[in-house]
Nanobody
């Protein structure tokens, strides 16, 4: 079981990037999929979480309106469209699958302790 990332890189402030995360060896059905980031020297934080069981989406307040989660079910790939990027968005971005999602009642509770599969991550560097 693997999650394969692509789409990171260098971008100037107010620019955009789209990250992708593809499932290999399994499908996203019945799980929740989260996007996370870890800035240099800081802890990893949850940015977004999508529940495949009801299509609910959670966004952290600091990315609402700038980041957008989407899913291509046919290709078992999820995306994070990032717009209006800032230097503070510089981080390693990764996706993860929460297999406990069917037993969690709210989207806010998903994509936390239940992450069982992680992608290796991709670096996003917003430089001025």
């Amino acid at each position: 079981l693997q999650l394969v990332h692509s789409g990171g890189g260098l971008v100037q402030p107010v620019g955009s990037l789209r990250l992708s995360c593809a499932a290999s060896g399994f499908t996203f059905d019945h799980y929740a999929i989260g996007w996370f980031r870890q800035p240099p020297g800081k802890e990893r934080k949850r940015l977004s979480c999508f529940n495949t069981n009801d299509n609910n989406i959670y966004y952290a307040d600091y990315v609402k309106g700038r980041f957008n989660f989407s899913r291509d079910s046919a290709n078992e790939t999820v995306y994070l469209q990032m717009d209006a990027l800032k230097p503070a968005d510089t981080a390693v971005y990764s996706c993860g699958v929460d297999s406990q999602a069917p037993w969690i009642s709210t989207i806010e509770g998903m994509c936390k302790e239940g992450i069982g599969v992680w992608g290796k991550g991709t670096l996003v560097n917003v430089y001025s």
